[in-house]
Each structure stands twice: as structure tokens, then as C-alpha cells.
């Protein structure tokens, strides 16, 4: 609907409009042409550089997710690491406003660098944001990080927040916490059948092929 030209809320129809550039940050995480939504993101930050540095910070951080979500496209690998750097200087203020920048970060320091991101996943606090979701998050991705060094340590982080997840009134953190507690349970020797089950009867964003997949792994 949003990205139809011949649809009323084709999202350029509003270019005109005071808000238009939330829009802009916002929607180009969807679009799939990795091009067109770099261009948009230069033009948001190159917009909110001297007059908003709470959305540049913002899409900053959007932006780094949509170029290591897109990293089998040159032109995303091309901007990366100049947006990780951006990232960094960020965090240097230790502003509280943008502790959510140290998940993206360390996300990006785990797939991209041999550095220990550890840090960056465990400053976040559970009152970061207006809900649990950020620490959850945090907490999960510095598990999958010890999965590979330290898998006891792994399952000790999730079974942890684990209370906090059962809590949580977002289906898609507990989606992502089932999908990634199987694979740490599988790496320490226990067969996820229970998550597997749940994997497929509550599938990541009603993808049931990308569960299926999921699960065909550990059935191999």
C-alpha cells in the first residue's frame, strides 16, 4: 500500500507534509530496493543533523539495523561501517536518552569484528524505553554472543530473563526468545522439542516457511 504509486498512501504523496521525514525514517526500513533506502536515510540524517539530534540519533540506529539486515548488497556494505563509527561516537556521550544505541552496536561489533560486544548488550538497563523489550533484547543477543564461547553461560542469560519474556505482552519477543532459546538449548545438548512445537504453532511474523526451516534444522 505504501510503496504503490498508484495508491492514495503511497508514502511519497506526502512529501509535502511537515512530518513527512518520520515517515521517510520510518517506512524505508521496509523497502527492499537497498539503493532508494540509503538515499532516504542520507536525506533524513542530512535533515535532522543541526536541528533534531534526538531523530538523527534515531535513524542512526534504523539505519544501521537496515544495512546489516541488507549486508548482501554492496552499496549497504559500502555504508556500514561509516554508520557503525557514527554509532560509536554516539555512545561516547553516555547520554541515557540513546542507551538503545548499544544493542545495534553490539550487534554490529559480533557479526562484523572479532571485539567483545559483551559490554554493550549488558549496560542496557531493564527501565531502558517504555517497556522490558530493549533489555530482553539486549539480554538475548549478549547470549547469543556466549553461545559461541561459552554455551553454560548462554542458557544461564536466558533461562534468567526468561520470567521477564513469559511477562511481556509483545508476541514477537517472545518469538524471538523461543526461536533463539532452542538453538542455545540444542548447543548444550538438549533437544528443544517443546520450542520446536512452539516455533511452528506461533511463527516469527507469520512467516511459517522460515519456521519450518527453523525446525528442519534440528530435525536433520
Known sequence: MFFCQLNKYYYKNYEDCENYLYLLRNISYYIDDVSVAVQNYEQCLYAFKLKDPVNYNRTVSNYLCYLMRH?????????????????????????????YLNNNYGIYLMRYTCEDPSAYFSCIPYSTGTTETPYIYAQINLALYYEKVNPTMALY????????????????????????????????????????????????????????????????
Do not use: H, W
Open 71 to 99: 549486508n548482501f548488497d554492496n552499496s549497504a556494505i559500502a555504508k556500514l561501517d561509516a554508520i557503525a563509527k557514527e554509532t560509536q561516537e554516539i555512545l561516547e556521550y553516555n547520554d541515557e536518552k540513546y542507551m
Open 157 to 220: 542469560i536466558m533461562r534468567d530473563i526468561q520470567k521477564l519474556v513469559e511477562k511481556t505482552p509483545v508476541p514477537r519477543t517472545k518469538q524471538f526468545y523461543n526461536i533463539n532459546l532452542a538453538m542455545i538449548e540444542y548447543s548444550n545438548g538438549i533437544f528443544p522439542q517443546r520450542l520446536i512445537e512452539e516455533i511452528k504453532n506461533k511463527p516469527l511474523r507469520g512467516n511459517m516457511l522460515y519456521a519450518e526451516q527453523i525446525c528442519t534444522t534440528y530435525a536433520l
